[in-house]
């Protein structure tokens, strides 16, 4: 168990829904890190939060945003879903983002759009 | 941009046996990190191993270790005394330096390794 959680497990909804996917961090972790794990794309970086702020931007679609809150757990939004949308989202958390920092991943919150 | 090399797609080894997973990257950075993770079937991101460029001892974890190749760029993972549980799909992976905002990881497309009993 790496002490980051994500909510939910599984998620089934339709074409051009809105859905949330939560992620707690660890105890003490400062930043919160998205990824996208599907077939075809891998795994690929979305967004940094550090402290409530975003730190960094990957390949985040603009229909996808997140926040991070003052109790630092994140939040992921993604709307009008496509059938690409299709994934697992993982969260990562790291104490600081400075240095060997290490990212944990929390157990994903697999997608799936029908 | 930073980009990680997986020419493996699958490996198996003899239980007990020793294997090597490859692992090539790019960058024009000095200083970064790079990780070996583990994702068995539950699917969740294991840390394996991890190794900051400015060492030049390479890293151990028990049965895992490394052998990184800072001028070649490359960064293998051995696992030695394989056993079942070590089966899963392996994912190098990049992390530039210490300034503030390239925390990312970039990762390769992963070796799915395989245990014979």
């Known amino acids: 168990d790496s002490g980051v959680t994500q909510t939910p497990k599984h998620l089934i909804t339709a074409t051009g829904q809105r859905v949330t996917l939560r992620c707690s961090p660890r105890?003490?972790?400062?930043?919160v890190y998205w990824y996208q794990q599907s077939l075809d794309q891998g795994l690929q970086f979305l967004i940094q939060?550090?402290?409530?702020?975003?730190?960094a931007k990957g390949n985040i679609l603009e229909r996808f945003s997140a926040q991070q809150f003052p109790d630092l757990h994140s939040e992921l939004n993604l709307s009008s879903l496509e059938l690409g949308d299709s994934a697992l989202y993982f969260c990562?958390?790291?104490?600081?983002?400075?240095?060997?920092?290490?990212?944990?991943f929390g157990p994903g919150t697999r997608l799936t759009v029908l | 941009a930073q980009t990680v090399t997986q020419s493996q797609p699958e490996m198996s080894v003899q239980e007990a046996e020793t294997v090597t997973l490859s692992c090539t990257y790019d960058?024009?950075?000095?200083?970064?990190?790079l990780f070996w993770y583990k994702q068995p079937p539950s699917r969740q991101m294991i840390l394996v191993i991890r190794?900051?460029?400015?060492?030049?001892q390479n890293a151990t974890e028990n049965r895992f270790s490394v052998n990184f190749q800072k001028a070649a760029k490359s960064f293998s993972l051995k696992i030695s005394d394989s056993q079942l549980g070590d089966a899963a799909m392996y994912f190098c992976?990049?992390?530039?330096?210490?300034?503030?905002?390239?925390?990312?990881?970039?990762f390769g497309t992963g070796t799915r390794l395989t245990i014979i009993p």
């Open positions: 105890s003490g972790d400062l930043s």
């Open positions: 939060y550090y402290n409530g702020e975003e730190r």
């Open positions: 960058t024009s950075e000095s200083d970064y990190y």
């Open positions: 992976a990049y992390r530039s330096g210490p300034n503030f905002g390239n925390e990312k990881l970039t």
């Open positions: 190794q900051e460029a400015y060492k030049q």
């Open positions: 990562a958390s790291s104490v600081s983002g400075r240095g060997p920092d290490t990212q944990y």
